[in-house]
């Protein structure tokens, strides 16, 4: 039943409400455009939700992040070092968005657009964070050399626990470098930092990473997992 | 090593890879559901910025509805003053008017023709009216010399007082048919006109009725116009509430809340405002901190040019209307007979205010302002201020308090006439201390303010200077005993107007429209009642720059 009038146009309840003898006209009409507000929120268009949102609509500004928020979260999730800093940027980033909505030119998908927005929060962050955290490095070897990982043998939250560990200024390097595809010279001028610097501080993530990876390995092998 | 330029492509999928494809594949893509609270406090402050600019909004309409008031209220004032010194002037009564004994004479004979009809009909009263105002009009001829002497006044006493137990007999007749206003109106101005004694109570009625300003010295050419005075000032008295009362309306609905912020279109609640005010991002708090540590002492200097009008009424000084003499004065000024000294002075004072420009006005001010808190300041300190006003006169009196005409620029102790108008000016120089209250936002860039205040100050130094007569130049300090001025004056103002304070800088700029009503009068005898003063005022616009209240340096956190 819900489906059904989900799928019923407004052509189709106008006819329905103007009485049975349209029945015929039905039929030979052109599918009818969707009612809206009766679709449900996933077969709704990004444009559709856009637009809903820019004309102050609650509703589909909800319909927005519910679309987006579980992979913003996880966005957030990697730069931030716990789970309340990752909200803080998630909030903050989706007010950013909402209220510059008008400034999308929807040249590009809008997930691009709000990841774009999400790491720019989750930089402002590190901004204001920056002096505040002091983390150990550890011991660790220069470099190591290369290895092949079997994705299978590691799950999400083991990864994403390890990328947390890292001290902040390699964690911002690592994640904008080896998963948002950034070059170092970018990475240098959204940090603030030369892209020599950048470039270092990857290389010396990468290899925390790997010796982290590497123990980790170790204990499973040992049936001792550990952080 | 990792290379300078990015090349990974996030959508392979391969089963193994180095360390940048595992956590690629793993955690490029992931979603993690956020808490169900993270939803909630996003839409309390997204509810907080919404409201946050309705509040703006709302600040906006309520300035532009104050600044309309305002441009109402100025404007409304402006009207009444202008029209309250715009009435007819009595020098043109006096002009219409003839020798007393013709012009009563023929009066008498026309009011006596007019009487029965006026008795007929309700409505011919009002003929009879115009009848007798018209007979001071139809009965102008050219008067070769003017007449001011005791006896002719005392002839023309008794000629009114003809005239008068006629049109009294008349308006008694109207007043038992009609019983309407205007009889009534024409019965007082009969009484008061046929009795000498009854000269003030005259007065009276025309002050009743708006007119206060012009003498009752040119009793004659009061018969034949009093009505008409009368039926202006009803006329002017009746027509007021109208529009006053259009202009609550106007301003009434200027200030009500306009239909896109009444309370039912605002979204949220008082519950959800406190509410989203205690998850308001902390960055808020941040923001407004600075503002908390900014100095609260600065110093300001303020410029003000503005038109001024003195607006004094010497003629219903107390001193004027102590005792009147009702001689007739001259159709032109080509004649130099002697006057009294009080209708001469009368004659002046008419002339004076008929003639009264308004002049330019500056005003230059250094004070301290105090920040009560974000939105009020305390403004005080001193201020030098030079007004200037014009007006004509044809008189040189010896009178001592003839700030209007100069001094006497003959020796002859009676008073003269010049051979035409002369013009006069007037300056006033003062000092003295301002208070102020501002409100107004303290936060940087472009806001609006407004300013309410009174100042206390001393008139130092007034002159007045008669066009081409140097001899007739007097000037009044402190110091000056015969002084007709006010030595200290009290007056309110209000302004209100735009203000630009740089980011990075110490100082502000403010501009707007400023409006001053002096609290009692500038002459010293004003006479009348309290309310029915004439007071100065001047309207104009004021410029001022406020250096310090910079901020302190930022703490370290």
């Known amino acids: 039943m819900s489906a059904l009038s989900f799928a019923m146009g407004g052509r189709g309840l106008h006819n329905l409400l103007a009485g049975g003898n349209s029945s015929a006209s039905v039929a030979a009409s052109p599918p009818p455009a969707p009612v809206r507000s009766l679709v449900p929120p996933s077969q709704l268009t990004e444009a559709e939700i856009i637009d809903g949102c820019l004309a102050g609509s609650r509703l589909m500004q909800k319909h927005l992040y519910d679309r987006f928020a579980a992979r913003m979260m996880a966005v957030c999730l990697r730069y931030a070092q716990t789970t309340f800093e990752a909200e803080d940027v998630l909030q903050e980033g989706f007010v950013t968005v909402f209220t510059n909505l008008s400034k999308f030119r929807r040249e590009c998908p809008l997930e691009f657009w709000i990841r774009r927005i999400m790491i720019n929060a989750a930089l402002r962050q590190h901004r204001r964070n920056s002096g505040l955290v002091a983390m150990s490095e550890g011991e660790y070897p220069e470099d190591l050399a290369g290895e092949e990982f079997t994705l299978s043998n590691y799950a999400f939250e083991e990864l994403l626990t390890l990328v947390q560990e890292l001290a902040p200024r390699y964690r911002m390097v690592f994640n904008l470098f080896a998963i948002e595809g950034y070059g170092h010279k970018e990475i240098g001028e959204l940090l603030g930092i030369s892209e020599g610097t950048s470039k270092s501080q990857y290389s010396r993530a990468r290899v925390i990473l790997k010796t982290k990876l590497e123990r980790l390995d170790a204990h499973r092998s040992n049936g001792i997992f550990r952080k | ?557």
């Open chain 2, 1 to 557: 090593m990792a290379s300078s330029a990015n090349n990974h492509t996030p959508n392979e999928s391969r089963p193994t890879g180095d360390l940048e494809h595992l956590f690629r594949q793993k955690l490029g893509e992931a979603e993690v559901a956020p808490r169900q609270h993270v939803w909630e406090q996003l839409d309390h402050e997204l509810l907080v910025r919404q409201n946050d600019s309705y509040r703006r909004r709302l600040l906006l309409h309520r300035w532009i509805a104050a600044a309309c008031a305002l441009l109402v209220l100025g404007c409304g004032s402006w009207l009444l003053l202008h029209n309250a010194t715009h009435l007819p002037p009595s020098t043109e009564i006096a002009a219409t008017t003839r020798p007393a004994e013709e012009t009563t004479a023929e009066a008498t004979a026309d009011t006596q023709l007019s009487a029965p009809r006026s008795s007929a009909t309700t409505s011919q009263l009002r003929n009879g009216a115009t009848t007798s105002t018209d007979v001071a009009a139809v009965t102008e001829q050219p008067s070769s010399a003017a007449t001011a002497s005791a006896a002719l006044a005392a002839t023309s006493q008794s000629a009114t007082d003809d005239v008068a137990s006629t049109l009294l007999r008349a308006a008694k007749s109207a007043v038992g048919i009609t019983q309407s206003e205007s009889s009534n109106s024409v019965a007082a101005n009969s009484i008061s006109l046929g009795s000498s004694a009854a000269v003030s109570s005259l007065t009276a009625a025309e002050r009743q009725a708006g007119n206060g300003a012009y003498s009752s010295a040119f009793v004659p050419s009061v018969l034949g116009i009093g009505n008409s005075q009368n039926e202006l000032g009803a006329n002017w008295l009746t027509a007021r509430p109208v529009p006053a009362a259009a202009e609550r309306n106007t301003v009434a609905a200027a200030f009500r809340r306009p239909e896109t912020l009444q309370p039912e279109t605002l979204p949220a609640s008082a519950n959800m405002l406190a509410q989203a005010a205690i998850n308001a991002p902390q960055e808020t708090a941040e923001e407004e901190k600075p503002e908390r540590k900014r100095s609260k002492w600065r110093l300001s200097g303020a410029y003000a040019a503005s038109s001024y009008n003195p607006n004094i009424d010497f003629s219903s000084s107390a001193t004027a209307n102590a005792a009147l003499d009702f001689g007739a004065v001259p159709s032109n000024n080509s004649a130099l007979p002697a006057y009294s000294a009080r209708s001469a002075y009368q004659y002046g004072a008419s002339e004076y205010r008929d003639n009264l420009e308004a002049g330019p006005a500056q005003r230059i001010a250094i004070a301290a302002a105090y920040a009560l808190n974000n939105k009020w300041t305390l403004l005080t300190g001193v201020e030098t201020s030079q007004q200037r006003a014009s007006s004509k006169t044809s008189l040189t009196l010896n009178d001592t308090r003839t700030a209007f005409a100069g001094q006497a620029a003959s020796d002859s102790s009676r008073n003269q006439f010049y051979a035409g108008q002369r013009g006069t000016e007037f300056r006033y120089s003062t000092v003295g201390v301002p208070v102020a209250m501002r409100y107004g936002s303290a936060k940087t860039g472009w806001s609006l303010y407004a300013k309410v205040g009174a100042a206390v100050n001393l008139l130092i130094k007034s002159s007045t200077e008669v066009d081409g007569t140097a001899a007739a130049a007097r000037d009044y300090t402190l110091s000056s005993s015969e002084s007709p001025y006010r030595k200290v004056l009290a007056s309110v103002r209000g302004g209100g107007g735009v203000r630009y304070a740089p980011a990075a800088a110490a100082w502000s700029l403010s501009l707007g429209p400023v409006a001053e009503a002096g609290l009692n009068t500038l002459n010293q005898d004003p006479g009348g009642s309290f309310f029915q003063r004439s007071r100065p005022y001047s309207v104009g616009l004021e410029a001022s720059v406020e250096f310090g209240g910079q901020k302190s340096p930022a703490v370290v956190r």
